[in-house]
């Protein structure tokens, strides 16, 4: 690719019908950065797309000129030997939909009161305070103030003419689209109005967006744009952050998807959600087992989202400045977290170029305001200390008798989930003759990968890409799902068995006394799929309904799909059934009827094992008792793997 000349491509960060967004690292000049490109070849620069391409950088580049730190920044739009191209910041870290997994659908109040603040400040910059740093003296006919030339003079019909011609309508709000950084800031992603098309995270792979977000007035009509549509679809963010869930999800089990969409739209016109603390509770009580949740949130957090989600757009906060406002000030009279920093109100004129400046009051209130933040600081590092937290290399996190492992290499993070070791009956009487007999097995306390190894990991690791992977099998097949969150595919046994290895050396000096990476057993697979002591003895892993638990022939659009997704069992595993086949270490064989302790299968055979079924594969084969195989050194769009921590 053209681009490629002026940058070193560092990852595939997610690929849409529209356009293809990478990791880069500018070859001249050392940055990193996310560059968007077009998919469509662009014949020049008068060509309409191209053209339609710039009309859309324009908005996002508007929204830089006050250089909020809450929203995603993008840089000048280029044209590359006919590729469409236009860098933007690299965020690190995970969308907050992602990160709400990765936390058992339970993050604490303080974290949900942060996100409102400097979400409801990014709207209030869009909905309102952007003109500040958009107007035009010539082209605005602003009058200078006679008494300071360095300011224009306003009164309220001039600036609310302002506020009206450069405000921006995010309009595609929803939770994919919010970013947390590592540092615990967020950022907003993706304007609707700003680039066509999908972008790196988006939390639904419908081709219409995300339902789960939209206002009630928005399924009527959906070219309807205003500060309160994007109101209520924070407002579900909102919720979705505090309750855990969404208030009203997308049934995903209907196999009628206008159906589906009907009841969904009456959902969002006349259901009153769930109730959050309800819901807070259940997600509590599964993440801190054995613990009882009490309420732990402000009232006043959970009175905003109310008001937010109110059907009537005009019962809601009139734009982003109006709830911004009202979320500082509850915290500012609660004290539960810091502010931002505040900006002066607006007096008749203003400073079109103010200068930064601290004197008198404010020097006082900064003083202040810096010794609130320090003592905030180490109050919320105690607290942490003491509860759920994750750490970033290979350290225990959780609390009590949770032991799970994250680990981190360079920009690529992933969980591993601990399994405590029980008995249980492997095999079924009532599927294939190669899952006959049922025997009792015996399986040690070990690890299993939260998800099958992603794309990002993959090449984090082996530094092939899903593509060349797929030119190593020698065939023309087509490209299943591709992106950093995917699970990687057109992997042979082989080649798994030498990841383990690789990372085994890279993190060698992280990993517990004893342990270390490998393929999982077919008995230790099977064990976790069907979820180790708390086992409900589910057909498939999570649940007797496979639409809800993988993707399958019937759901998946003959595509592998982003990991997580779907519904985890009981130990928090995702996609053990459907999605993508995985390897295990085991040479493919016949069962034992004796009891056994940690098996490791056939000594010696041509095959070896394959579990869990995948996205082009009936039910029957995404059982957790089905078993599968292949020759070692075959690669297949179907076939990935996880990897497991254990003492061998």
């Known amino acids: 690719m053209a681009f490629l000349q002026e940058y070193t491509m560092l990852g595939e960060l997610g690929r849409g019908g529209f356009a293809t967004v990478y990791k880069v690292r500018h070859n001249e000049l050392d940055y990193i950065r996310a560059v968007r490109v077009l998919n469509e070849t662009v014949v020049d620069a008068n060509s309409p797309t191209y053209r339609k391409f710039l009309r859309e950088c324009k908005v996002l580049l508007r929204l830089g000129n006050g250089n909020h730190p809450n929203i995603v920044h993008i840089y000048q739009p280029r044209l590359l030997e006919n590729k469409a191209l236009v860098e933007m910041d690299y965020i690190d870290g995970l969308d907050i939909q992602h990160y709400l997994k990765q936390n058992q659908n339970f993050v604490p109040a303080e974290e949900v009161i942060r996100m409102a603040l400097q979400m409801s400040s990014a709207l209030a910059y869009c909905h309102e305070d952007i003109y500040r740093f958009c107007m035009d003296r010539d082209a605005d006919d ?319 690791v082996m530094g092939t890409t899903v593509y060349q992977q797929r030119d190593k099998a020698d065939v023309d097949w087509p490209m299943r799902g591709v992106g950093a969150d995917y699970p990687m595919y057109y992997v042979s046994y082989t080649e798994a068995e030498e990841f383990c290895g690789r990372i085994n050396q890279r993190l060698r000096s992280q990993l517990p006394d004893g342990y270390s990476f490998a393929l999982p057993t077919e008995a230790e697979w099977e064990y976790a799929a069907r979820g180790g002591r708390k086992s409900e003895a589910y057909t498939y892993s999570g649940s007797n309904y496979l639409s809800d638990a993988g993707w399958y022939e019937d759901n998946s659009g003959k595509d592998t799909h982003s990991v997580g997704l779907k519904k985890a069992n009981k130990l928090g595993l995702y996609d053990m059934s459907g999605n993508v086949w995985e390897w295990c270490s085991d040479c493919y064989g016949p069962y034992s009827s004796s009891t056994q302790t940690d098996p490791r299968g056939s000594s010696s055979a041509p095959y070896r094992v394959l579990r869990g079924g995948s996205w082009n594969n009936s039910e029957s084969y995404c059982r957790v008792a089905n078993r599968g195989s292949n020759k070692p050194g075959s690669r297949f769009s179907y076939s990935g793997f996880r990897i497991a921590l254990v003492r061998r």
């Open 142 to 460: 602003l009058q200078d103030d006679p008494n300071d030339g360095s300011k224009v003079l306003m009164d309220d019909q001039t600036r609310k003419w302002l506020i009206e011609k450069y405000k921006v309508i995010h309009n595609d709000i929803h939770s994919g689209n919010i970013m947390r950084r590592e540092d615990g800031n967020f950022v907003l992603l993706d304007f609707g109005l700003a680039i066509n098309g999908d972008e790196v995270v988006r939390s639904s792979r419908r081709k219409n967006g995300a339902p789960e977000f939209k206002a009630p007035e928005k399924w009527d009509n959906e070219a309807i744009l205003t500060e309160q549509s994007d109101i209520y679809s924070f407002g579900v963010v909102l919720y979705q952050y505090l309750a855990g869930r969404v208030p009203f999800p997308f049934d995903t089990t209907n196999p009628n998807p206008t159906e589906a969409e009907y009841l969904l739209s009456k959902a969002h016109r006349d259901a009153v959600p769930p109730s959050i603390e309800e819901c807070r509770k259940e997600f509590y009580e599964g993440k801190f087992e054995g613990q009882e949740y009490e309420k732990d949130y402000p009232q006043w957090l959970e009175d905003v989202i109310l008001k937010c989600l109110n059907k009537n757009p005009k019962d809601r906060f009139r734009n982003g400045k109006e709830l911004y406002e009202a979320v500082k000030s509850a915290v500012s009279q609660t004290h539960e977290i810091p502010q931002c920093g505040d900006q002066e109100e607006q007096s008749d004129s203003i400073e079109t170029n103010p200068p930064i400046n601290v004197r008198g009051k404010w020097g006082v209130f900064a003083i202040l305001f810096l010794l609130v933040l320090i003592v905030w600081n180490v109050i919320l590092m105690h607290r942490l200390a003491n509860e759920s937290t994750e750490s970033s290399s290979g350290q225990w996190i959780g609390k009590k008798n949770k032991r799970d492992l994250i680990f981190t290499l360079d920009n690529v993070s992933f969980k591993m989930k601990f399994v405590k070791g029980g008995t249980f009956q492997m095999g079924s009487d009532s599927g294939e003759d190669d899952e006959k007999p049922v025997h009792s097995v015996t399986i040690s306390d070990c690890y299993m990968g939260e998800f099958e190894v992603t794309q990002a990991l993959w090449q984090e």
